[in-house]
C-alpha cells in the first residue's frame, strides 16, 4: 500500500471516528425532558417542588463564582496569575469563621439565660 493511500485511509478513520463519535452520543443520549418523562409520578412532583428552590440556588452559585473573579485581590502564584478557588477559600473560611461565632455567641447567651434561671429560682424560694 502506497504512502498516500495509507494516509487517506487514516485520515478517514480520524474523521470518521472524531466527528462519528460525538454525533452518535448526541444522537442516542436523551433530552432532560425525556429523563423526565421516565420518573414516575411522586418523583415528578418532587422535581416540580424542589425546581426554583435548586435554581435560586444554582443562580447564588453563579454570581458567586462571577463576584470571586471580578476580585482584585493580588494572587500567591509566583507566575501572577489568577485563580479562582485561592479567593472561593478565603471566602469559605470566613464563612466558617462567621458561623464559629454565631454559634459562640448563641452559646454565651444560653448560658446568660441558664444563670438568669438559676438566679430567678434561688430568689424565688
Same mark, same amino acid.
Do not use: H
Given at each position: 500500500m502506497s504512502k498516500a493511500g495509507l494516509w487517506i485511509k487514516m485520515s478517514a478513520a480520524f474523521l470518521i471516528l472524531s466527528v462519528g463519535g460525538p454525533a452518535t452520543l448526541y444522537y442516542f443520549q436523551p433530552t432532560d425532558e %425525556? &429523563?423526565?418523562?421516565?420518573?414516575?409520578?411522586e418523583l415528578q412532583k418532587r422535581s416540580l417542588a424542589n425546581r426554583k428552590e435548586r435554581e435560586q440556588e444554582f443562580d447564588a452559585f453563579v454570581n458567586k463564582l462571577k463576584g470571586y473573579s471580578k476580585s482584585s485581590k493580588p494572587s500567591t502564584?509566583?507566575?501572577?496569575?489568577?485563580?479562582?478557588? %485561592? &479567593?472561593?477559600?478565603?471566602?469559605?473560611?470566613?464563612?466558617r469563621a462567621k458561623a464559629i461565632e454565631q454559634q459562640q455567641k448563641a452559646a454565651a447567651d444560653i448560658q446568660k439565660r441558664r444563670e438568669e434561671i438559676k438566679r430567678q429560682s434561688i430568689s424565688g424560694q
Amino acid at each position: 500500500m502506497s504512502k498516500a493511500g495509507l494516509w487517506i485511509k487514516m485520515s478517514a478513520a480520524f474523521l470518521i471516528l472524531s466527528v462519528g463519535g460525538p454525533a452518535t452520543l448526541y444522537y442516542f443520549q436523551p433530552t432532560d425532558e %425525556e &429523563v423526565f418523562k421516565r420518573y414516575n409520578p411522586e418523583l415528578q412532583k418532587r422535581s416540580l417542588a424542589n425546581r426554583k428552590e435548586r435554581e435560586q440556588e444554582f443562580d447564588a452559585f453563579v454570581n458567586k463564582l462571577k463576584g470571586y473573579s471580578k476580585s482584585s485581590k493580588p494572587s500567591t502564584d509566583p507566575t501572577g496569575n489568577f485563580y479562582v478557588w %485561592e &479567593v472561593a477559600a478565603e471566602d469559605e473560611a470566613q464563612t466558617r469563621a462567621k458561623a464559629i461565632e454565631q454559634q459562640q455567641k448563641a452559646a454565651a447567651d444560653i448560658q446568660k439565660r441558664r444563670e438568669e434561671i438559676k438566679r430567678q429560682s434561688i430568689s424565688g424560694q
